[in-house]
């Protein structure tokens, strides 16, 4: 049961030009999202993030908007650079039996960005 | 550089048995956790430890158990490996138990073969 879709395994953008990954869930009590980055070789760093009670967040070139009606958020990379270049990971914060928190991931996107 | 580290980076070993990965969080972080990435799957909760006690569990299988030692340093062992078994193993700290943004190690690749 994948929680949380990225149905996009791959993108490709034109340098300068606007990055949109997108990325789909199906629980509604996910109470936080955020976008990590992974670059080969490397483990995934954090991005950005936005609570449930949000519709935007931005933090320079990147901007996170919510949807919570569709279930959907995208993120929103302007202008797209070189070193934007990797995979993108979804995450979403619900809750285990017990009480604690946990993060699903979706499958990622892998983003290249063309000079 | 997050400030995790993990050891080793690669490992590979054969069906039947048993590893041991490493993880050292960043200073001053309580909470380790636990994940595993098969190919072209996104990132699977294994388990949490915060501050040395189990805090939460996920898919974790049977043949796999975690702790956390006083100093905060992790360990993951993996026992009657099997091929579908292969995967990369990433630990991330936090420094609470709040599973909001987490720092990530590098990963530790394990082949079984």
């Known amino acids: 049961d994948q929680q949380v879709k990225q149905n996009s395994p791959s993108l490709s953008v034109q340098e300068g030009r606007i990055s949109i990954l997108n990325c789909d869930y199906t629980n509604s009590m996910f109470d936080y999202f955020l976008w990590y980055k992974k670059y080969p070789a490397e483990g995934p760093t954090f991005l950005i993030s936005i609570s449930s009670i949000k519709d935007k967040n931005e933090d320079g070139r990147f901007t996170v908007f919510l949807n919570k009606s569709a279930k959907h958020l995208s993120l929103h990379i302007v202008p797209s650079q070189p070193g934007d270049s990797a995979v993108y990971f979804c995450a979403a914060r619900g809750f285990l039996i017990q009480g604690a928190q946990k993060l699903v991931f979706g499958q990622g996107t892998r983003l290249t960005i063309n000079p | 550089d997050s400030g995790v580290t993990q050891t080793p980076k690669h490992l590979i070993t054969a069906t039947g048995q048993r590893v041991t990965l490493r993880c050292s969080p960043r200073?001053?972080?309580?909470?380790v956790y636990w994940y595993q990435q098969s190919l072209d799957q996104g990132l699977q909760f294994l388990i949490q430890y915060y501050n040395g006690e189990e805090r939460a569990k996920g898919n974790i299988l049977e043949r796999f158990s975690a702790q956390q030692f006083p100093d905060l340093h992790s360990e993951l062992n993996l026992s009657s490996l099997e091929l579908g078994d292969s995967a990369l193993y990433f630990c991330?700290?936090?420094?609470?138990?709040?599973?909001?943004?987490?720092?990530f190690g590098p990963g530790t690749r394990l082949t079984v073969t």
């Open positions: 200073s001053g972080d309580l909470s």
């Open positions: 991330a700290s936090s420094v609470g138990t709040s599973t909001g943004e987490q720092y």
